[in-house]
């Protein structure tokens, strides 16, 4: 009978990869991938939804993260209320760098 295989995780490692330079740089590339498919398919009246688009991307405890965040003042009637059901732009936003 053959032997069976044991994984044991290593949190340690894992974090160290989470939080290094390089997973901040690729989740951050993402983000900037998200704003600017966001900025591509924003509805406009009078263009301040769509100038009001950021990232920001840091190190929060033992991961990487990036945001995409909308700020003007009538991100959520667009988001959630326009035309009834909403655009949701950021979640198509967040869809275009799916699997990426």
Same mark, same amino acid.
């Given at each position: 009978m053959a032997d069976k295989a044991r994984y044991e995780p290593n949190k340690s490692a894992a974090?160290?990869?989470m939080s290094s330079p390089e #997973? /901040?740089?690729i989740?951050?590339?993402l983000a900037i991938q998200a704003e600017e498919f966001a900025r591509s398919i924003a509805p406009v009246k009078s263009?301040?939804?769509k100038r009001s688009f950021k990232t920001t991307a840091a190190v929060i405890g033992d991961r990487a993260m #990036? /945001?995409?965040i909308n700020d003007s003042p009538h991100?959520?009637?667009v988001e959630?209320?326009?035309n009834g059901t909403g655009d949701r732009i950021m979640a198509k936003a967040a869809e275009s760098?799916?699997?990426k």
């Open positions: 974090s160290e990869i #997973a /901040l740089r989740v951050s590339e263009g301040e939804y #990036a /945001l995409l991100a959520v009637v959630v209320f326009n760098v799916k699997g």
